[in-house]
């Protein structure tokens, strides 16, 4: 490619880079890039899982006086506390954010401190989703098996763990997590959602759990389950779109239900009653009392056998 062209694709994108859209500041200000969330959510899954998502060498031993266990804390500490601040100094900085009123950059100790208090109930919530998964799955031979093995184990981990970050009202960082569980996982599960303990997802692929979910204890979703927004664009009297936990648009879930492959649950006003089983590709709009079975209508099947072709044979 000759100079002159080449300078012409540079200014041309240097022109559309001034507009600020999509450019993310190189400036420690910036807002936490990828890779730097990828890499604090696999720290914080050591920390929740020891030796089972560990790319070194330490063995973490469940004694407060081992070094590598205050060495791996001291870690976590340091990597959340410099996101936290870019996140706070990023949303600061954006003019355009709709958001409502969060944390400033200073009180980014006190969440911290609060994250890292949270994690031995995150991992009690997590002892009990490895049972529920041997309980439910008669493939798992052990629970270590799941917990090296198992999407949802690590799904569910690292939206535990976002979702203390969401209460703590922390942008970005939250939903950057889930994402990253999302995309090595195909399970997408809403930092703010709410679940209980022992829960189980089987397979997992293609499971979605929007944002004002709320899920109760001991319940199991299979691959392809969706709990979504009936309308999620709806607007106000206003006009105007509200969005998070102002808009209470993905159902509920209680105590007990189990949700076979390929059903869809949708909307806020929507309620699942304890100890109900929602069939497979079922279509569910509107709430359904405990103890109930849903199940779609037998389809009709089609068969239509092909007529047998004689084989050419051909002699040479």
Not at 300 to 309: A, S
């Amino acid at each position: 490619m000759d100079t002159e062209r080449f300078m012409g694709i540079v200014n041309g994108l240097a022109a559309s880079y001034r507009g600020g859209f999509g450019v993310n500041p190189s400036a420690g200000g910036g807002l936490p890039d990828r890779a730097s969330v990828a890499a604090l959510c696999d720290l914080m899954l050591h920390v929740v899982f020891p030796g089972f998502f560990a790319h070194g060498s330490d063995q973490v031993i469940a004694d407060a006086t081992d070094p590598s266990l205050r060495r791996l804390i001291g870690d976590l500490e340091d990597d959340l506390h410099r996101l936290l601040l870019r996140a706070y100094h990023f949303q600061a900085s954006c003019l355009t954010a709709e958001a409502g009123q969060r944390p400033a950059p200073m009180a980014a100790g006190e969440v911290l401190a609060q994250f890292l208090e949270a994690l031995p109930e995150v991992r009690r919530l997590l002892e009990s989703d490895v049972l529920a998964a041997f309980e439910n799955d008669p493939a798992a031979p052990c629970h270590e098996e799941i917990i090296v093995s198992y999407p949802c184990i690590e799904a569910i981990a690292v939206q535990r763990l976002a979702h203390q970050l969401y209460q703590l009202q922390v942008p970005f960082l939250p939903r950057m997590m889930t994402e990253v569980a999302h995309s090595r996982t195909g399970i997408d599960i809403h930092p703010g959602a709410i679940i209980g303990d022992h829960f189980f997802i089987d397979h997992g692929t293609g499971v979605v759990i929007g944002e004002t979910t709320t899920i109760g204890s001991h319940v199991v979703l299979y691959h392809g389950v969706t709990l979504g927004a009936f309308n999620p664009t709806v607007r106000n009297d206003a006009g105007i779109l509200d969005r998070g936990q102002d808009n209470k648009r993905h159902p509920d879930l209680e105590d007990h239900v189990t949700v076979y492959p390929g059903a869809t649950i949708l909307g806020g006003d929507t309620r699942i009653g304890h100890h109900s089983v929602i069939g497979g590709n079922a279509w569910v709009t509107r709430s359904v009392a405990p103890w109930s079975t849903v199940t779609m209508a037998d389809p009709e099947l089609r068969i239509r056998q092909k007529q047998q072709q004689p084989s050419t044979s051909f002699e040479i």
